[in-house]
Nanobody
């Protein structure tokens, strides 16, 4: 059974940095990609970053490009999101998720971790 557990959230001042981790277990060989999403109160869920598990190829939302970096350690089955130069508008619950080959959508989600950026 796939399980995803996020950690690393917390309170950070604007301009600061934070690293989120997503520890995965039970990932099948059919795992295609992993991603970070966020959702702020009253807003739609946003795909912040994505990484292809086999190649390490990455993509980012325009809102975080140049500030956030997604990475993965396949040996540890862990994905990271390094958040730099954070802004108050980065405040949200951050979720990690995995996508399997052929599904076209994210199939499993973590429980989320709160990130709050103070001005």
């Amino acid at each position: 059974q796939v399980q995803l557990v996020e950690s690393g959230g917390g309170l950070v001042q604007a301009g600061g940095s934070l690293r989120l981790s997503c520890a995965a277990s039970g990932l099948p060989l059919s795992t295609y990609a992993m991603g970070w999403f966020r959702q702020a109160p009253g807003k739609e869920r946003e795909n912040v970053a994505r990484i292809i598990r086999s190649t390490g190829s990455t993509s980012y939302a325009d809102s975080v490009k140049g500030r956030f970096t997604i990475s993965r350690d396949n040996a540890k089955n862990t994905m990271y999101l390094d958040m730099n130069s954070v802004k108050p508008e980065d405040t949200a619950v951050y979720y990690c998720a995995v996508q399997f080959y052929g599904t076209g959508s994210y199939d499993y989600w973590g429980q989320g971790t709160q990130v709050t950026v103070s001005s």
